[in-house]
């Protein structure tokens, strides 16, 4: 069995990390949160030979709002989105409402949000937002700086687009106009488990007609999942004034795109506690439940 002992760096510069990062001889991983990474290493699963900790790097931690777009430094940390007000506007609520659910405080406030979008675990929140809102990771390496888009980051379990010598630096997302409503709810088995299904949405009404909807689904296939049929089948419907603690008619529009999501958009797998047809109806409830969330939050 291979020695656990490994090589360390802490590079105080982005120009030092990808230096380092260059090395492609050799299993080389990043350290920003290290909520995923040291539990792998310690299991044993991952066995790197050299560990790069970014966190030194101060350049790295920032969050700034410029031209209509919130970017987010690869050393911002989950808890820093608890407050809906870290953030303008409705994206900053759809953050807070998402991020309660990730683990608990002390993973929270070491975690990153880039970090989340670097490991690419299908039941990552953080992975499934950036997807709905077509947000883009940037990234330096050996041939310069470029963005990907979220819609091409996810490549299958634990796997994305970024290439050999490279760093996320930031991930940017489009602010949300005040006339969106956002909605995010889980479904877990524990307060520890991964999420068996989630949902993300952001709906736009305008005159009681849903001019545009976004909606992600978590954990629903081997990678974050846009729901574009039942965003289609949504766009141009009337919305409703569903009434609150009402449970909502078979035929509306929420009911009929949450069933939509979990036959046409998701293809979820197997798991031991939660075989793809019970994921399929959580899928339909939960997709329409976050709707109704989304579309009560355009009303305030």
């Excluded at 790069?52 to 790097?57: G, P, Q, T, Y």
């Excluded at 609520?93 to 970090?115: D, E, K, Q």
């Excluded at 081997?222 to 035929?251: F, I, K």
């Amino acid at each position: 069995m291979k020695p656990a002992d490994f090589d360390y760096t802490a590079p105080r510069t982005v120009p030092e990390a990808l230096d380092v990062l260059a090395d492609t001889g050799r299993d080389v991983r990043v350290l920003a949160g290290g909520q995923s990474l040291i539990l792998e290493m310690h299991l044993q699963r991952i066995r790197p030979d050299l560990v790069v900790d970014i966190n030194r790097i101060t350049e790295l931690d920032h969050l700034t709002t410029d031209g209509g777009q919130v970017e987010v430094g690869a050393l911002v940390r989950h808890g820093h989105f608890e407050s809906p007000h870290a953030v303008p506007g409705p994206l900053g609520r759809l953050f807070s409402l998402a991020v309660v659910n990730i683990a608990h405080p002390p993973i929270r406030a070491r975690g990153t949000m880039v970090g989340s979008l670097a490991w690419g675990h299908p039941a990552s929140e953080w992975c499934a937002i950036a997807t709905a809102l077509d947000a883009g990771i940037r990234l330096q390496g050996p041939d310069g700086a470029r963005e990907v888009a979220a819609r091409d980051w996810f490549l299958g379990p634990l796997r994305t687009a970024r290439r050999p010598g490279e760093l996320i630096t930031s991930i940017r997302f489009p602010l949300l106009g005040e006339d969106t409503g956002v909605g995010f709810i889980e479904h877990r088995r524990t307060h520890f488990c991964f999420a068996q299904v989630a949902v993300a949405a952001a709906l736009t009404v305008r005159d009681g007609v849903i001019e545009e909807v976004r909606v992600a689904l978590v954990n629903c296939a081997d990678r974050p999942v846009r729901a574009y049929a039942a965003e289609q089948a949504l766009t141009g419907a009337e919305a409703g004034s569903p009434r609150s603690g009402h449970r909502l008619p078979d035929g509306h529009p929420f009911v009929l795109a949450g069933r939509i999501a979990a036959e046409q958009d998701a293809a979820p797998l197997a798991e031991p506690y939660a075989d793809p047809e019970y994921r399929r109806q959580a899928i339909a409830v939960l997709v329409g439940r976050t709707l109704r969330q989304a579309s009560e939050g355009v009303a305030t």
